[in-house]
């Protein structure tokens, strides 16, 4: 059984930073990826950045040069450092490791409000 589990969220003004924290335990094959979504009220969820177990990132084009995704030692962690916040970040947040065609995990999500 593999769980997520996110920490980090919270109320931030707009041009703030917060961290998001996510580890993972259980059976985890070493060749991953893990990542971060969101999903903002009336839309769909999206990709914001990932990180595979080799280091290689991959963002969103509206976080870019604001988010940071990194990878904990002790490899089952990751991490999101958001700086300049913008009211259109908010939503909730979600950590997502996969490895293979079909192996998806989810965690609970963490909510991200970023004030005007």
């Known amino acids: 059984q593999v769980q997520l589990v996110e920490s980090g969220g919270g109320l931030v003004q707009n041009g703030g930073s917060l961290r998001l924290s996510c580890a993972a335990s259980?059976?985890?094959?070493?060749?991953?990826?893990m990542g971060w979504y969101r999903q903002a009220p009336g839309k769909q969820r999206e990709l914001v950045a990932f990180?595979?177990?080799?280091?290689?990132?991959n963002y969103a084009d509206s976080v870019k040069g604001r988010f940071t995704i990194s990878r904990g030692d002790a490899k089952n962690t990751v991490y999101l450092q958001m700086n300049s916040l913008k009211v259109e970040d908010t939503a909730v947040y979600y950590c997502?490791?996969?490895?293979?065609?079909?192996?998806?995990?989810w965690g609970q999500g963490t909510q991200v409000t970023v004030s005007s």
């Open positions: 259980g059976s985890i094959f070493r060749l991953n990826t």
């Open positions: 990180i595979t177990s080799s280091g290689m990132t």
């Open positions: 997502n490791l996969r490895w293979g065609s079909s192996t998806i995990y």
